[in-house]
């Protein structure tokens, strides 16, 4: 079964930063599609960033500028560089991984979330 171990959260300051790591296990991990969701309370999940071997990485519009998603894959292991952070940042950020597919439609694996809280 695929497993995603999350790590990396934590409770920061408005300005600073935060690295988000996720490990991956049985995955074809270098032609899976990677990505990273938050979800804060009351509201829809929020696709963050994803990338793909073939592809360009991508963020939202929401933490462009700000968000880098990158991947080891000798190491099976995603990232997400979080930088300015803000209070509006605040929520649980999950680790997701699908199928190699133009434009990551679709995320059947899910890690089990790690708290990012960020303070005014």
């Known amino acids: 079964q695929v497993q995603l171990v999350e790590s990396g959260g934590g409770s920061v300051q408005a300005g600073g930063s935060l690295r988000l790591s996720c490990a991956a296990t049985e995955v074809t991990f270098s032609r899976s599609c990677m990505g990273w969701f938050r979800q804060a309370p009351g509201k829809e999940r929020e696709r963050v960033a994803v990338?793909?071997?073939?592809?360009?990485?991508s963020v939202a519009d929401s933490v462009q500028g700000r968000f880098t998603i990158s991947k080891d894959n000798a190491k099976n292991t995603v990232y997400l560089q979080m930088n300015n952070l803000k209070p509006e940042d605040t929520a649980m950020y999950y680790c997701a991984a699908g199928p190699s597919q133009f434009g990551c439609p679709t995320f059947g694996y899910w890690g089990q979330g790690t708290q990012v809280t960020v303070s005014s």
């Open positions: 990338i793909r071997f073939v592809d360009l990485p």
